[in-house]
Structures are given as C-alpha cells and as structure tokens.
C-alpha cells in the first residue's frame, strides 16, 4: 500500500514580527494533532522553506493577536502524493490562505489529512 504525504509550499509568508514569535505566528506539526511534532513555528517575511511530512496528516495552525497591522498573511500550497516503491504515483494539491490575508484578525486552523483508498474500494 503506497504510503500518503504531503508536500507543502509556502508561496508568501508576512506576518508581524517579535523575537519570540508571540505575536502573529505559524505552526507547523508533523502529524494529525496538536500534540504531534513540531516541525517550526515561524513569523516574520522569510518563506520558510517547502516542508515533506513523514505521514498522511499535517497540521499548520495560524495564531494571531488581532492587532490590526500591515503584514498580510500567508500562502501555502498542499500536494498530496502517494510515494511507492519508484517514487511519486500521483498527486493532488490544494491552495490555502491565511485569514490575515482577506484583512481579519482571525486564528486559522488546517487540518491536512488523507487517507489511501485501494483501487475499486472506494
């Protein structure tokens, strides 16, 4: 059974910058839950750089504290792929943006999870 991850690709990274990240934040978990791994939790204007998961479920969870600034958000693309013996079978991906980018102050949560369905078992 080919193993399902996720590549993700942040295309712009813009979020308010303090030393210890306690402002305006990403966090990147490798796994389906809060209390999974953290790959890094990042803020400022650096694109981090693109992130492989190690299993079928990823969590990047956007936290804010609502103050009205000019940095405007974050982009990511996600691209699942389905990895065998061979390499990448196939692939889906999806865009996602950051509410800081439509102008709220909200908290954002997204919760990547695929789960691989054999041929003719769907």
């Avoid at 204007?45 to 936290?63: L, W």
């Avoid at 103050?67 to 196939?90: K, M, Q, V, W, Y």
């Avoid at 865009?95 to 769907?122: F, K, M, W």
Wanted: hydrophobic fraction near 30%.
């Amino acid at each position: 059974m080919p193993r399902v991850r996720f590549q993700i690709t942040f295309s712009r990274f813009n979020l308010e910058q303090s030393s210890d990240c306690s402002k305006d934040y990403v966090t990147l978990h490798n796994g389906g839950s809060f209390s999974s791994p953290v790959v890094w939790k990042r803020c400022g204007s650096d694109v981090p750089p693109v992130f492989r998961s190690m299993s079928n479920k990823v969590v990047v969870q956007f936290h804010t504290d609502g103050s009205a600034d000019a940095n405007t958000g974050f982009s990511f693309t996600a691209i699942e792929h389905s990895a065998g013996c061979g390499g990448i079978l196939h692939g889906t991906k999806g865009n996602v943006t950051s509410p800081r980018a439509d102008g709220s102050t909200r908290h954002g949560i997204y919760h990547l999870c695929s789960t691989y369905i054999p041929t003719g078992q769907e």
